[in-house]
């Protein structure tokens, strides 16, 4: 399986902070600005929403990002320009619906999708509606292309499933902190323990998304044993706020920065806790 | 289940999130064995409620004045009849029964047109299981007698408020309940479409209606049909109405999809104003299946239009995608005015009040006579009750030919 070298190195530090955005929300310009800042807050890798009309793994705050994205004129096209303007170092992880990569270009399948993104160096995908069993076309054209295929694992994921889906993932496994869809929650799933500790015989790298909104969250995770974080919901809602209240570009960007600062000074502090007990503090509360 | 279940030829699959994929996988493991099986009795049961609660057998009625009309012999599968005023109840009590067999303790569904979800508080009520079911708040005002009779039946009704309100948006509502409370609930999907095994399993309870009628037309007309006639949404009547017909290659087998107010796509609005995804769509990938969908050049999901929300769909289930690409299937399509025109010529005619979706293969025959054989059945997928608000909406507006009018009734 090709590996994309960008996502190995940005998992090879203490702990990493993963954000997510959906990009041009609210709009193509200031979209640009709060990928930016998300890098300059600490981002160790971006995940980069390119929206889709039926985000079913998706609550409400995304779904809002994504009908504001839409309203501004995001396409699959924009996107790739959107990279392409980009003035970030960090790799890049597109994550969308499989429907927008299999129409793109004029080819059947999922290639030409993949050959361009690829062309602008991004380093991977995460596609939330396609399981293991339906993921072979995108995960060949992936390796022909030398980018990574992330997978999600849910709470309910275990036995062959698990196997099946590990079999194929690269570059990091996207670890489901809870049943449902994303949003910000006010409390760690315990779910997250038993996650983590299922798939702790396998070396690649566990990032844990969905639900986590602060840097208490994030420290919490990483010390029961995650590698990285993933935050979406608490970072669209300062996005989303700065759209209400029709803050200054520039103000918003910073308040993401800093929250991105947070999450990841967070992420590092549960790095920094006794090894010894790294990987217990959640686990042990759940059955394994 | 065979590997055709699963894909149906290019078609279905399973496109969901990766933490419904064991509840997908338990679901396809209960089909196989109580379904398909008839494990533990399970199909016994499920026809014996069907009988007592349900009302069937339903009637071949052989409809006189269409006859005399068409100048052949046309005969209504009374689907009107079944309890609930549609044939939505055949599957509604299928999956409910189903949970209930898997031991599930929460039933949640999408509805469009509200008889989806009717039939399905129906059956959880019968069943004695509670019941939440998610619907467009669109759909919620210009359905609400059945929005009420939901109620009556002990179900919460969740309005779906995101994009223009519709079945769409109501299906990926019910899709992420389902992935938050997965482990104890199941999703009673209202049609032939979604991730396998829905597709094969929803029709599997509808096949009762071509079972029925092929039987029934034999003994009545001393033979099979030439011709069987059905409108199509997701196309559940429609599966339900064709199953036992697939294999008889000299029967028509007609799919008539919502025309709505035009075939043409607005790109740039994302609208289509019309449900024809049989006629116009593209192979893509929208809840849990690839289909035939109404999308743009991107594969954005387009907004559908029809003067009838069971028909409102982007999409339609992956088995009559493939049907009518092999050609075993033919697709059709007639627009709001055809449907409206002829649910007032069915009333007037054979004193049947029929559903606005079923209307649209009543058009259907007025527009093509021609191409009607010895023998036609048309699936009365359900009655029009719920519809009369809207009815007397959308009449006014237009110069319907033999409509009541519907100044007059109110003055
Ligand atoms: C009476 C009736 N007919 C047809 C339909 C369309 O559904 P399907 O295409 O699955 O049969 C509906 C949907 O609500 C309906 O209520």
Known sequence: MAENEALNEAFAGDAAFVPYLAAGDPSYEASLEYVEALERGGADVIELGLPFSEPIAEGSTIQEAVVRSLEGGMTPERFFEFVDDLDVDVPLVCMTYYNLIYQYGDDEGPRPFVEKAASLGLSGFVVPDLPAEEAGPLREACDEFGLDLVFIVAPTTAGDRLKRIMDQVSGYVYVQARLGVTGAKDDVSDQTGASLSRLREWDVPKAVGFGIKTGEHARAVVAAGADGVIVGSALVDIVAEGHEADTPVAETAERLESKTHELKQGALAGAGEDPESRGESLAESEPT | ?411
Request: proline fraction near 4%; hydrophobic fraction near 35%; aromatic fraction near 6%.
């Open chain 2, 1 to 411: 289940m065979t590997a055709t279940d699963v894909k149906f030829g290019e078609y279905g699959g399973q496109y969901v999130p990766e933490a419904l994929m064991p509840a997908i996988e338990e679901l396809t493991d209960a089909y196989e064995r109580y379904v398909l099986e008839n494990e533990d009795g399970f199909m016994d049961e499920f026809r014996q409620r069907l009988r007592d609660f349900g009302g069937r057998p339903l009637p071949l009625q052989r409809a006189d004045h269409l006859s005399e009309r068409y100048d052949t012999e046309v005969y209504l599968k009374r689907e009107d009849l079944l309890h609930g005023g549609a044939h939505k109840l055949n599957n509604a009590l299928g999956q409910v029964l189903l949970a209930k067999y898997m031991g599930k303790e929460r039933i949640i569904a999408e509805t469009g047109a509200g008889q989806h979800g009717t039939a399905t508080a129906m059956a959880a009520a019968h069943l004695g299981l509670p019941c939440e079911i998610y619907m467009g708040e669109r759909d919620i005002n210009r359905q609400r007698p059945n929005v009420f009779r939901m109620k009556l039946n002990g179900s919460e009704v969740n309005p779906v408020t995101t994009g223009r309100g519709t079945l769409k948006e109501a299906i990926s509502e019910t899709m992420r309940d389902w992935a938050t409370n997965v482990e104890d609930t199941h999703y009673v999907i209202g049609s032939i479409v979604g991730p396998a095994p829905f597709p094969a399993m929803v029709r599997d309870f509808h096949a009762v209606i071509s079972e029925e009628a092929r039987e029934q037309c034999k003994e009545q007309t001393g033979g099979l049909p030439d011709t069987v006639v059905a409108c199509a949404g997701g196309g559940s009547n429609t599966m339900g109405a064709f199953a036992n017909f697939v294999e008889d290659a000299d029967t028509e087998l007609v799919a008539v999809e919502a025309g709505g107010s035009s075939l043409d796509v607005d790109e740039a609005a994302g609208v289509a104003p019309n449900s024809a995804s049989l006629s116009t769509g593209d192979e893509g990938v929208l809840h849990g299946a690839r289909t035939k969908l109404l999308q743009d050049g991107d594969g954005q999901i387009l907004e559908s239009h029809s003067i009838s929300s069971g028909l409102d769909y982007a999409g339609v289930g992956p088995e009559l995608a493939h049907l009518v690409d092999e050609g075993r299937v033919r697709a059709a399509n007639v627009d709001d005015d055809a449907a409206l025109a002829a649910f007032h010529r069915l009333s007037r005619l054979e004193g049947i009040i029929p559903a606005l979706e079923t209307a649209h293969a009543f058009g259907w025959m007025e527009e093509n006579p021609d191409e009607l054989g010895d023998v036609t059945i048309v699936n009365v997928s359900g009655r029009g009750d719920k519809d009369l608000e809207s009815v007397i909406e959308e009449t006014e507006k237009r110069d319907v030919e033999g409509a009541v009018d519907v100044g007059e009734v109110f003055r």
